[in-house]
């Protein structure tokens, strides 16, 4: 009793099965280790830490070789084995449990991995694990400000206490480590794509390296995102123009006092000419010229340049879907191979549903990483439980046609498809200062199932929902499936009361709750009216050739699926066409009954999820319990208040009634 959440999926609860109790302690004599290395010791204090907690034993160190049986052996494979250099093997040999790898970090999540089977109580007979990494580049983005605050963060302000830094080196940082590493994940950009240009100070880059130190022990290197006016603003040359001698020159000598600092320094982040950042085209150059200047910089080290491509402009009669593409698909093949172009899911922002962004598979010759937001912003920030595998996999899993059928979304990731030699996924990340991390301690489950998914975009979504389950709420089976079942329609019914059928966008300023009457901004694509389109005919924006035409950035086959407003699926339906409120949909029902029907059951399916978070109270850790529940209750009002501005907004249209079986009760 009495867990507040910080040891996430790490807990380590006593081994109950007296058989299986018995059998680890077979294996508890000793650790061996390869070598001294700082991974190496990392992966024997996480094995003291886990024996410690599981079955209560003191497991010591050694270095020597002998022939002794009875404990763990960690084995570093020469280089020139056929494995992948992430990669791992658990298995017993000569009576010993032995994680081989050529990598320190292979041995790591291979530690990992032997104590998530221990932390589910799984027998060590025929054991036989492997694993190995599909995506090179596995990392969180961390939207923190200097100041600690956290561009849409909702779990508190920032993990980095950049006023303590470098002298004070927070005990969490190591935990933060630890939780990545134990899902794989092997970076971390520490600070906001809205970047600040002092990070690319002396002062910050000194406490920037002490977080690297913590970083590097467990296989994750850090990352900065970066000013592109830094030297402008920060070096006083009179312009950032990236085809400048001066700039160039600027940045090179940058990167250089980095890696003084930083050895073995990740890379930069980069959004530019994006929601008025500045880059490259403010002096008439293109996104390549910006990141292969930047590339150039980093071609003595091993970093890279991770470079947006989440870029839209200001204009009424555009349609913002077509953006990137449009500015990006030219420059295919014009990038230095040291770039990744980093690509949201979506062609918007984030959306509780988006088809996948049309830039993936039509960069051939271009890396493209795929950038999924874990922290929710247009999720209901941390008082909705949503479950955002769902989002990961429906994108991953969707079919680009690009070489013909199978040509999906994780196959660009993955490089598979095109061949990339570098690949990432990345996750924005929910993290903050709050003692259980996320806020809502459903969504620390968001932060396992991106980690999984950029280790093994194959696993399902309910795979994921299970372990986590186990891991980190409750081992008593009835209750997990309860709580399984919860996560795995938390999503749809999310999307039932905030945007159904494919309605997106109606949040204007922090993004949380749905105005959709806003028609004034600082800019007509930032108002609600721009996306849901609603007027007296219908709902919905027209991107058939009729209407903005960005169906014609997807391949024929894709084309074919959502062309035809009585083909398309529901739940994409008005992301493409422009329905009448009479017409008759796939369900039978009119638009405007279809609408209110799914906001009415999306909202009191939250009771629903109430029932099932209940239904395990008895197996669950009373805090954890009572703190769902209660968020629980906040998501029901929130669900009912959300439904009734979307109703009341878009019957001044429909002018319709509620049909019947909706009506709120009296
Ligand atoms: C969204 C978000 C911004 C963020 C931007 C980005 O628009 O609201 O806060 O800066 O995405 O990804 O760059």
Known sequence: DGDDGYRLWLRYEPVTDPVVKGEYLKFS??????????????????????????????????????????????KLLPRTTSVDDEGYRIQLAGGNVEISSKSESGILYGTFALLKHMQMQRPLKNLNITGSPKVRYR??????????SIERGYAGSSLWKWYELPERVDPRYMDYARANASLGINGTVLNNVNASARFMSQEYIVKVAAIADVMRRYGIKTYLSVYFAAPKTLGGLPTSDPLDPSVRAWWKEKVA?????????????????????????DYGRTHADGANMLAEAFSPYDG????????????PNADRFKAAYEEFVPLDGKFDPKVIVQVKNGPIDFQPREPFSPLFGNMPKTPLGIEFQLTQEYLGFATHAVYEAAIFKECLQSDTYVNGGGSTVAKVVDGSLHGYARTLMAGVANTGNVR??????LAQANWYAFGRLSWDHQLSAEQIAQEWTELTLTRNRKARENIVDL????????????????????????????????????????????????????????????????????????????????????????????????????????????LCGRLYSGADSVMWMQKKWDLAKGNLDAQVYTDVAERLKVQRREAIWWRNAWVLYLQTFAKQPIPKDFQPPK
């Open 257 to 281: 006092q980095i890696y003084k600092e930083i050895p073995d320094f990740g890379g930069f982040l980069v959004k530019a000419n994006s929601e008025g950042e500045p880059g490259p085209q």
């Open 304 to 315: 890279i340049v991770i470079w947006r491509a989440f870029v839209y402009k200001a204009d």
């Open 436 to 441: 259980n991390w996320t806020g809502h301690p």
């Open 139 to 148: 990392m969180l983005n961390h939207w923190d400000n200097p100041d600690g």
């Open 487 to 594: 996560m795995l329609r938390s999503r749809e019914i999310y999307v039932d009361y905030n945007t159904p059928l494919g309605l997106s966008r109606p949040w204007m300023g922090v993004h949380f709750a749905p105005e959709p009457w806003q028609n004034k901004g600082s800019r007509p694509d930032w108002t609600a009216v721009y996306y849901h389109r609603a007027d007296s005919v219908g709902l919905g924006f027209d991107r058939t050739a009729a209407g903005s035409n960005a169906l014609s950035q997807y391949r024929p086959e894709v084309q074919k699926q959502w062309n035809d407003p009585d083909k398309t699926p529901l739940s994409y339906l008005l992301w493409f066409h422009h329905i009448g409120w009479g017409k008759k949909l796939s369900t039978g029902n009119t638009l405007w009954d279809e």
């Open 29 to 74: 004599a000793f650790i061996r280790q390869s070598g001294k290395g700082e991974i190496m010791q990392s992966a024997s204090q996480e094995l003291q830490k886990g024996f410690k907690s599981l079955v209560n034993r003191n497991i010591s160190r050694t270095n020597s070789s002998g022939n002794m049986s009875g404990g763990i052996v960690f």
